[in-house]
């Protein structure tokens, strides 16, 4: 089975980076494409960033394009997300999900499995 654990979350000022890390405790990580999402309070769950199960393909919301990357190590079964020059509308939920194909999807309903997710606060 797939369980997704999220972490690196946390509090940083305006201009900052974080790193979040997304692991899985079950199979390898290397059979899944793997999704980033984010959920603000009161707004829907939104796509952030994506990665092919290769990880040679990734997606990025415009919104974050050039400030986030993706990147995969299937020898260690995580996906992580680096979030560079945060601003407090990058506060939110973040998810990791992955889903059994090697192409990822932009939308949440592509996904089978989600983990439980991590706070980014992100202060002004």
């Known amino acids: 089975q797939v369980q997704l654990i999220e972490s690196g979350g946390g509090l940083v000022q305006a201009g900052g980076s974080l790193r979040l890390s997304c692991a899985n405790s079950?199979?390898?990580?290397?059979?899944?494409?793997v999704g980033w999402f984010r959920q603000a309070p009161g707004k829907e769950r939104e796509f952030v960033a994506a990665?092919?199960?290769?990880?040679?393909?990734?997606s990025y919301a415009d919104s974050v394009k050039g400030r986030f990357t993706i990147s995969r190590d299937n020898a260690v079964n995580t996906v992580d997300l680096q979030m560079n020059s945060l601003n407090p509308e990058d506060t939110a939920v973040y998810y990791c999900a992955a889903r059994s194909s090697t192409s990822y999807s932009v939308t949440s309903r592509g996904y089978d499995y989600w983990g439980q997710g991590t706070q980014v606060t992100v202060s002004s």
């Open positions: 079950g199979r390898t990580f290397g059979n899944y494409a």
């Open positions: 990665i092919s199960r290769s990880g040679r393909s990734t």
